[in-house]
């Protein structure tokens, strides 16, 4: 049965995916939700819990709330929490009793929206989707309703500046550095366009490691572009609401994709899907200024046909991180690759040979076919309890997945 | 930027005992988590049971918690699940699901398991599941298999049991009635084991006996003999209701004797146990002094140094905070959310003799940017109070660390002797999740 899960765990749930991703925008987010069901959230697929405070809170429901459909209680006491704390907006999640009883939020949300003067919304979840739908759902409404207006000129270039990487009195190419480690840096300064970039649907959960963002930040400063927003990991309020001054979203999660649509419909900015890892760094790179210039939407691991080529590596777990990796991996051994995807949100975001899988039956199959030409098997170490002896297993730990279990092997 | 905030009467967070109400001191509205992970849940619970399996049928988001809790105590491979979504909830049986689940990952495993602790949910509650059909069938199934009926039901937790508690009397509802073993008595005490040096442990052995307890259970074998148990003493809180539905079932007397730090009331509690068991009395009156001596001692050590302490460290907050206070002790918070019924006579007193003692509860929103700072050394009793105080200086203790008796105060004062001179890693300590387990990351 795709439901049984004899020794794999399951994925974070999507009520602690949209949490983690409003995590750090000064909001109060209530999950509807009996008393310690919020603990699930807080030790397993937070790890900003301890150190960094957000109002992220518990509505404590009982049977007879529910049954009685005492709506007034959440009403009350989320007045209460909010005219105390001062959150900039309240977002609400749900949970499979509330969604059963067919609660009604948006009502709900009105009615705090109206007496609190800050916004108010739900994000739509019930408890039986993985991560990757509730933190995409919670980015996308987030937007919608935080967002300003995007700033005049309304789309693409912003201004023309002169951009350098390493050592700015130098004067150098921000390709130079790269091409030229440690040789002698070409003299030519050129211009080009500023490019700014948001980070579209970076959490915890998919990039758990200390420096993701500043890395990143890196990343885009020595290939010549202006980092504008993370969605949203090391990010704030004001940051958030200022994405729309970006000029390219670079979805780094599946996460992502819902918000990066929006913004696209709505504010005209295009995306580039991918994670700059390894070799794909500079191919996304190429592609964020492709998307620039010509408006256009590019998945930089689709670009690379990794499915194709001597042996076989198999990568299991989000499609956008290790779809990138992939496309690494084949770049820089010329090996074949395929991506296992047993994550929720995958629309348009698998290659041609990847395979998307449901429950713990299908993951052991798709790790256990074509064992013979497996050349090693890529993935959070969880996996190692269904896949196929003899075969290398890379452990890749993904918070999502195994939770705090390996966050100290990273 | 979020603004820190001291607990208040104002943010109803704290307030005096003088003025608190009783059993619930603050209101129950939206709650707040602390990152303080000690406490062992329904998994931990279970995983007392030698041999037996865990099968969980839900929702993915509540599944989550469960499953990773068995995956960091290394207990995987006795741990399966049965997701639920919409389509089974709104258009299917779920009383199929639940059955056809359950036994497609039993007949998954290489070998079948002699019991299985079915975890049911609060959907299955509200879609009127036909519970005793669901066990009908998996009986009939799995004739070899002691199927122990528990309920991951949170929902239900404030107006009727918690699930550990009904997760404790499921697991001596199963156990089958064997003729009586004169030399064997069950103690439904804590998931830690009964200190050995404790007067009940001791007594028990002066009567001839040995101490049969779950946290000591090697095989399966161990679990069905607590149906030889002579008498059966219950020292937690949590296991009172499954052992007094035991006792009645069974006809065997079952004795509750909670630790307490009234010595009255431990006075009573060893009379009536030398009674049950035909053993002499301990000699009260010597333990009385030694204990006194060593609270007296203990004053002397902290001198005016300030004292929070929790209910997680012990189920006798206030009963604790009212012994420490009567020997001069400066205990100045009690962190709690509600007042156990069996701490009514402690809370009065409190309230008449030191009104001024606070209460703070843990849960309240405005905790979640509480003030953790403190010009002053704090002493802390219990890891919910480590945090809030953020000191070094605490007490890592969760129910009551098995000790009992007099025997378990003054070895609660070397453990405060030692808290107060000896410093600890407070963020390491309350991330372990289920204290006492094994918990893989943090190895």
């Given at each position: 049965m795709r439901e049984t899960y004899k020794i794999v765990p399951v994925y974070s749930g999507d009520v602690s995916g949209a949490c983690s991703a409003l995590y750090e925008l000064e909001g109060m987010v209530v999950m509807h939700d009996p008393s310690g069901c919020n603990s699930t959230y807080n030790t397993f697929d937070e790890n900003r819990w301890y150190e960094k405070e957000s109002l992220i809170f518990l509505s404590g429901l009982t049977d007879t709330d529910a049954i009685m459909g005492n709506d007034k209680k959440l009403i009350d006491d989320i007045l209460e929490a909010a005219r105390e704390l001062k959150p900039k907006f309240v977002a609400i999640t749900n949970s499979p009793i509330p969604y059963l009883n067919g609660t009604d939020f948006d009502g709900i949300c009105r009615k705090i929206e109206n007496e609190l003067g800050v916004p108010a919304f739900y994000i739509p979840s019930n408890g039986m989707h993985d991560y990757t739908i509730g933190a995409g759902k919670a980015l996308m409404i987030a937007a919608k309703k935080l967002m300003k207006d995007k700033a005049q000129p309304a789309a693409g270039v912003q201004e023309i500046g002169v951009q350098s990487?390493?050592?700015?009195?130098?004067?150098?190419?921000?390709?130079?550095?790269?091409?030229?480690?440690?040789?002698?840096?070409?003299?030519?300064?050129?211009?080009?366009?500023?490019?700014?970039?948001?980070?579209?649907?970076?959490?915890?959960?998919?990039?758990?490691?200390?420096?993701?963002?500043?890395?990143?930040?890196?990343?885009?400063?020595?290939?010549?572009?202006?980092?504008?927003?993370?969605?949203?990991?090391?990010?704030?309020?004001?940051?958030?609401?200022?994405?729309?001054?970006?000029?390219?979203?670079?979805?780094?999660?599946?996460?992502?994709?819902?918000?990066?649509?929006?913004?696209?419909?709505?504010?005209?900015?295009?995306?580039?899907?991918?994670?700059?890892?390894?070799?794909?760094?500079?191919?996304?790179?190429?592609?964020?200024?492709?998307?620039?210039?010509?408006?256009?939407?590019?998945?930089?691991?689709?670009?690379?046909?990794?499915?194709?080529?001597?042996?076989?590596?198999?990568?299991?777990?989000?499609?956008?991180?290790?779809?990138?990796?992939?496309?690494?991996?084949?770049?820089?051994?010329?090996?074949?690759?395929?991506?296992?995807?047993?994550?929720?949100?995958?629309?348009?975001?698998?290659?041609?040979?990847?395979?998307?899988?449901?429950?713990?039956?299908?993951?052991?199959?798709?790790?256990?076919?074509?064992?013979?030409?497996?050349?090693?098997?890529?993935?959070?170490?969880?996996?190692?309890?269904?896949?196929?002896?003899?075969?290398?297993?890379?452990?890749?730990?993904?918070?999502?997945?195994?939770?705090?279990?390996?966050?100290?092997?990273? | 930027m979020l603004q820190r905030v001291n607990p208040s009467e104002s943010n109803n967070s704290m307030v005096p005992v003088g003025k608190a109400s009783y059993p619930l001191p603050f209101k129950q509205a939206l709650e707040y988590c602390a990152p303080v992970r000690e406490a062992w849940n329904i998994v931990h619970i279970g995983m007392l049971l030698p041999k037996a399996h865990q099968i969980y049928v839900c929702a993915d988001n509540c599944m989550r918690g469960v499953t990773m809790t068995a995956a960091e105590m290394g207990e995987a491979d006795r741990f399966h699940c049965v997701i639920i979504n919409e389509r089974d909830m709104l258009y299917t049986n779920l009383d199929e699901i639940t059955i056809e689940g359950v036994t497609d990952v039993l007949n998954k495993l290489d070998e079948l398991p002699p019991a299985v602790l079915l975890f049911t949910v609060c959907v299955h509650h509200f879609l009127s599941s036909d519970i005793e059909h669901i066990y009908r069938e998996l009986e009939s199934r799995f004739p070899g298999i002691n199927f122990i009926r528990c309920w991951m039901d949170p929902v239900m937790q404030k107006n009727h049991l918690f699930p550990d508690v009904v997760e404790r009397n499921a697991m001596l509802d199963k156990v089958p009635l064997r003729d009586v073993n004169p030399k064997?008595?069950?103690?439904?005490?804590?998931?830690?084991?009964?200190?050995?040096?404790?007067?009940?442990?001791?007594?028990?052995?002066?009567?001839?006996?040995?101490?049969?307890?779950?946290?000591?259970?090697?095989?399966?074998?161990?679990?069905?003999?607590?149906?030889?148990?002579?008498?059966?003493?219950?020292?937690?809180?949590?296991?009172?209701?499954?052992?007094?539905?035991?006792?009645?079932?069974?006809?065997?007397?079952?004795?509750?004797?909670?630790?307490?730090?009234?010595?009255?009331?431990?006075?009573?509690?060893?009379?009536?146990?030398?009674?049950?068991?035909?053993?002499?009395?301990?000699?009260?009156?010597?333990?009385?002094?030694?204990?006194?001596?060593?609270?007296?001692?203990?004053?002397?050590?902290?001198?005016?140094?300030?004292?929070?302490?929790?209910?997680?460290?012990?189920?006798?907050?206030?009963?604790?905070?009212?012994?420490?206070?009567?020997?001069?002790?400066?205990?100045?918070?009690?962190?709690?959310?509600?007042?156990?019924?069996?701490?009514?006579?402690?809370?009065?007193?409190?309230?008449?003799?030191?009104?001024?003692?606070?209460?703070?509860?843990?849960?309240?929103?405005?905790?979640?940017?509480?003030?953790?700072?403190?010009?002053?050394?704090?002493?802390?009793?219990?890891?919910?109070?480590?945090?809030?105080?953020?000191?070094?200086?605490?007490?890592d203790q969760i129910e009551c660390g098995g000790l009992?008796?007099?025997?378990?105060?003054?070895?609660?004062?070397?453990?405060?002797?030692d808290a107060f001179n000896n410093s600890k890693d407070v963020k390491k300590a309350v991330s372990i999740k289920g204290s006492g387990n094994r918990c893989v990351p943090f190895e």
């Amino acid at each position: 049965m795709r439901e049984t899960y004899k020794i794999v765990p399951v994925y974070s749930g999507d009520v602690s995916g949209a949490c983690s991703a409003l995590y750090e925008l000064e909001g109060m987010v209530v999950m509807h939700d009996p008393s310690g069901c919020n603990s699930t959230y807080n030790t397993f697929d937070e790890n900003r819990w301890y150190e960094k405070e957000s109002l992220i809170f518990l509505s404590g429901l009982t049977d007879t709330d529910a049954i009685m459909g005492n709506d007034k209680k959440l009403i009350d006491d989320i007045l209460e929490a909010a005219r105390e704390l001062k959150p900039k907006f309240v977002a609400i999640t749900n949970s499979p009793i509330p969604y059963l009883n067919g609660t009604d939020f948006d009502g709900i949300c009105r009615k705090i929206e109206n007496e609190l003067g800050v916004p108010a919304f739900y994000i739509p979840s019930n408890g039986m989707h993985d991560y990757t739908i509730g933190a995409g759902k919670a980015l996308m409404i987030a937007a919608k309703k935080l967002m300003k207006d995007k700033a005049q000129p309304a789309a693409g270039v912003q201004e023309i500046g002169v951009q350098s990487t390493g050592d700015a009195a130098a004067g150098n190419h921000p390709a130079a550095d790269a091409q030229n480690k440690g040789g002698e840096a070409e003299a030519d300064v050129i211009e080009i366009e500023e490019i700014k970039v948001n980070l579209v649907g970076i959490t915890p959960l998919d990039y758990s490691r200390e420096n993701a963002v500043s890395d990143i930040k890196e990343w885009l400063r020595t290939s010549g572009f202006t980092f504008n927003s993370s969605l949203s990991l090391d990010t704030s309020y004001d940051e958030f609401v200022n994405a729309p001054d970006a000029d390219v979203n670079l979805v780094l999660s599946s996460v992502g994709m819902e918000c990066a649509i929006y913004m696209n419909e709505k504010y005209g900015i295009p995306y580039v899907v991918g994670s700059p890892i390894g070799d794909m760094a500079k191919f996304i790179a190429e592609d964020i200024r492709e998307s620039h210039e010509n408006k256009n939407n590019i998945n930089s691991y689709k670009r690379v046909a990794y499915g194709s080529g001597e042996g076989l590596v198999k990568l299991i777990g989000e499609p956008v991180f290790m779809g990138s990796m992939a496309a690494s991996i084949h770049i820089l051994t010329g090996r074949a690759a395929q991506v296992i995807v047993p994550t929720e949100y995958k629309t348009d975001l698998l290659s041609k040979g990847d395979i998307a899988v449901t429950g713990e039956e299908e993951i052991e199959q798709a790790l256990h076919a074509d064992k013979d030409r497996t050349l090693e098997i890529i993935g959070d170490g969880m996996y190692t309890r269904v896949a196929p002896e003899g075969v290398r297993f890379i452990n890749v730990p993904h918070l999502a997945l195994s939770g705090r279990m390996y966050q100290n092997n990273k | 930027m979020l603004q820190r905030v001291n607990p208040s009467e104002s943010n109803n967070s704290m307030v005096p005992v003088g003025k608190a109400s009783y059993p619930l001191p603050f209101k129950q509205a939206l709650e707040y988590c602390a990152p303080v992970r000690e406490a062992w849940n329904i998994v931990h619970i279970g995983m007392l049971l030698p041999k037996a399996h865990q099968i969980y049928v839900c929702a993915d988001n509540c599944m989550r918690g469960v499953t990773m809790t068995a995956a960091e105590m290394g207990e995987a491979d006795r741990f399966h699940c049965v997701i639920i979504n919409e389509r089974d909830m709104l258009y299917t049986n779920l009383d199929e699901i639940t059955i056809e689940g359950v036994t497609d990952v039993l007949n998954k495993l290489d070998e079948l398991p002699p019991a299985v602790l079915l975890f049911t949910v609060c959907v299955h509650h509200f879609l009127s599941s036909d519970i005793e059909h669901i066990y009908r069938e998996l009986e009939s199934r799995f004739p070899g298999i002691n199927f122990i009926r528990c309920w991951m039901d949170p929902v239900m937790q404030k107006n009727h049991l918690f699930p550990d508690v009904v997760e404790r009397n499921a697991m001596l509802d199963k156990v089958p009635l064997r003729d009586v073993n004169p030399k064997q008595v069950n103690v439904f005490g804590a998931d830690i084991h009964l200190d050995k040096d404790s007067e009940l442990e001791k007594m028990i052995e002066n009567a001839g006996c040995k101490v049969h307890e779950f946290p000591r259970f090697k095989t399966y074998e161990d679990y069905l003999q607590i149906g030889e148990g002579r008498i059966n003493i219950t020292t937690y809180p949590a296991f009172k209701y499954g052992a007094d539905n035991y006792s009645e079932r069974t006809g065997r007397t079952n004795l509750y004797m909670p630790p307490s730090f009234n010595f009255e009331e431990i006075d009573e509690q060893l009379k009536t146990l030398s009674d049950a068991l035909g053993v002499k009395m301990p000699d009260v009156d010597e333990l009385k002094v030694k204990c006194d001596e060593r609270l007296s001692e203990l004053k002397k050590e902290l001198g005016d140094t300030t004292v929070f302490l929790d209910y997680m460290a012990h189920t006798r907050p206030l009963g604790l905070a009212r012994m420490l206070l009567n020997y001069g002790i400066n205990v100045k918070r009690v962190y709690l959310d509600a007042v156990m019924a069996e701490e009514e006579n402690d809370f009065k007193f409190l309230k008449d003799n030191y009104p001024h003692l606070e209460l703070c509860a843990t849960v309240r929103p405005v905790m979640r940017v509480a003030e953790r700072k403190s010009d002053e050394k704090v002493l802390a009793i219990g890891p919910k109070a480590a945090f809030f105080a953020n000191t070094e200086f605490f007490v890592d203790q969760i129910e009551c660390g098995g000790l009992w008796g007099y025997t378990g105060i003054i070895k609660l004062c070397d453990k405060i002797s030692d808290a107060f001179n000896n410093s600890k890693d407070v963020k390491k300590a309350v991330s372990i999740k289920g204290s006492g387990n094994r918990c893989v990351p943090f190895e």
